[in-house]
């Protein structure tokens, strides 16, 4: 069955450092997202990409947060400045049509530690 | 009004007892209720979905409740398993282009043996 991959697993970086999550979408997929889970809470939206574009984001996805589709099989998050705050599984999804009928596929996440 | 409310925040049920999660929604442009399952270490996987047309469906042990007019709905899980032990959020989406998901708190279900 497709996955959506994610790397790495698990980051620790430091507080104002910045980070690179890195998701590859299921490959015809064209609706791509990233969700964050702090530690025991809900599952929240961040941002929705789609042709090249960002189709929607969060009040959480500020000027410090990022999405790029760099080539044909990868999508990434960027944390310019990692604060303490922003320790939380980053789950990225994609979906095949833009239509939740047919769900989406998430990735197992990135645990993201900022010390 | 982009809340859903998700209860209990933990259950424990007997193997082959029947787990019962309810969520309640206010936004009434929502139209689209899934039922996701997660467990540690991975992502939540899509388990069942209804639309706000239906009042049930049924897939295998695992059916949605779905009353529209008290804006609520509920999973039922059937015959519970141990296997069955995960974090169960419910979410709620409506149309346009993003399609983003709007989840509830999650609930803890343990299945003892």
């Given at each position: 069955e497709p996955e959506v991959t994610q790397t790495p697993s698990h980051q620790v970086t430091q507080m104002?450092?910045?980070?690179?999550?890195?998701?590859?979408?299921?490959?015809?997929h064209l609706y791509f997202y990233w969700y964050r889970q702090i530690l025991g809470q809900k599952v929240e939206f961040l941002v929705s990409f789609?042709?090249?574009?960002?189709?929607?984001?969060?009040?959480?996805?500020?000027?410090?947060f990022s999405v790029e589709r760099p080539d044909g099989s990868n999508f990434t998050l960027k944390i310019r400045s990692t604060k303490l705050?922003?320790?939380?599984?980053?789950?990225?999804a994609?979906?095949?049509?833009?239509?939740?009928?047919?769900?989406?596929?998430?990735?197992?996440?990135t645990r993201l530690t900022v010390v | 009004q982009q809340q859903v409310k998700q209860s209990p925040q933990s259950l424990i049920v007997q193997?082959?007892?029947?787990?019962?999660?309810?969520?309640?929604?206010?936004?009434?442009?929502?139209?689209?209720f899934p039922w996701y399952q997660q467990?540690?270490?991975?992502?939540?996987?899509?388990?069942?979905?209804i639309r706000p047309d239906v009042s049930e469906k049924k897939e295998g042990r695992f059916?949605?409740?779905?009353?529209?007019?008290?804006?609520?709905?509920s999973l039922h899980i059937m015959d519970s398993q141990p296997g069955d032990s995960a974090t169960y959020f419910c979410?709620?989406?409506?149309?346009?282009?993003?399609n983003k998901l709007i989840f509830g708190t999650g609930t803890l279900l343990a299945v003892q043996p």
């Open positions: 104002g450092q910045e980070v690179i999550l890195r998701c590859v979408p299921i490959s015809n789609y042709n090249n574009e960002i189709s929607e984001k969060s009040e959480i996805f500020d000027d410090q705050e922003d320790s939380a599984m980053y789950f990225c994609s979906s095949e049509l833009g239509d939740t009928v047919y769900g989406y596929t998430f990735g197992s996440g | 193997k082959g007892g029947i787990s019962i999660i309810n969520c309640a929604y206010e936004n009434t442009a929502f139209d689209y467990f540690p270490g991975k992502g939540p996987a899509l388990l069942i979905a059916t949605i409740s779905f009353n529209k007019s008290a804006k609520q709905f979410a709620a989406a409506y149309g346009g282009a993003t």
